[in-house]
């Protein structure tokens, strides 16, 4: 069965630190992986997202996450952090098992919290 | 475009009273449908999804049940809720894994 493990629960960092959340996964089949974000008392959005090809995928904001088969991860990173970016963090993944329902199984959730 | 509505936003009930929040997608058909619980300080856990009308598929055993009367609409429902039942409430759409999901804006609800 796959699980997702998200190692911080919480990661304070000062504005403009670089930033790194982790995940590790566990599963058998090759995967799909995501990293969403939670503003308070609101959905989900997704972030970003790697299905096949390059390891190293980016979102419009500045945040970027490497696969890492060998390791298992999914390590999402910022160089530079803002003020803005304090939510709630979640890794997810799926298998192509899981292709025909879609289902995703989440994380834990690390919520990092910007400081001026 | 593709939307997603779900309501209400938030919900305070007495315990043992019936439950129903209802979510509904735009702009797509025959999209696969979600329902996930957010408790407090922990991670979303899967309670129903459906990949078709009237094709309910449970992951947890649970005081709730799931409806999808028609194909862009998913329905949760309790008959008597607990105290447990608190939470926030997602429900979310697909149409593929390649896509992940899009999620509605949640539920509070507050089991009273």
């Known amino acids: 069965a796959q699980s997702v493990t998200q190692l911080d629960s919480q990661v304070p960092v000062f504005e403009e630190a670089p930033v790194e959340l982790r995940c590790n996964y566990s599963?058998?089949?090759?995967?799909?992986l995501f990293w969403y974000v939670q503003y308070p008392n609101q959905g989900l959005q997704l972030l970003l997202k790697?299905?096949?090809?390059?390891?190293l995928v980016e979102s419009i904001n500045g945040f970027e996450a490497e696969f890492n088969k060998s390791q298992t991860s999914f390590h999402l990173r910022k160089p530079s952090v803002h003020i803005s970016d304090t939510a709630e963090y979640f890794c997810?993944?799926?298998?192509?098992?899981?292709?025909?329902?879609?289902?995703?199984?989440f994380g834990q959730g690390t919520t990092l919290q910007v400081k001026p | 475009s593709q939307t997603i509505h779900q309501w209400p936003a938030t919900l305070v009930q007495p315990v043992g009273s019936p439950l129903s929040l209802e979510c509904t997608v735009e702009?797509?058909?025959?999209?696969?449908l979600y329902w996930y619980r957010q408790a407090a300080g922990r991670g979303l856990q899967l309670l129903f999804y459906?990949?078709?009308?009237?094709?309910i598929s449970s992951e947890v055993p649970q005081n709730l049940s799931a409806s999808r009367p028609q194909d862009r609409q998913f329905i949760l429902s309790s008959k008597k809720l607990l105290l447990s039942d608190s939470g926030f409430y997602l429900c979310?759409?697909?149409?593929?894994?390649?896509?992940?999901?899009?999620f509605g804006s949640g539920t509070r609800l507050t089991v009273v």
């Open positions: 997810a993944v799926s298998d192509l098992f899981s292709s025909n329902t879609g289902k995703l199984i």
């Open positions: 599963s058998s089949v090759s995967v799909y």
């Open positions: 790697y299905l096949s090809g390059s390891t």
């Open positions: 979310a759409w697909s149409v593929s894994t390649n896509y992940g999901y899009t």
């Open positions: 459906s990949v078709g009308i009237g094709q």
């Open positions: 702009g797509t058909s025959n999209p696969n």
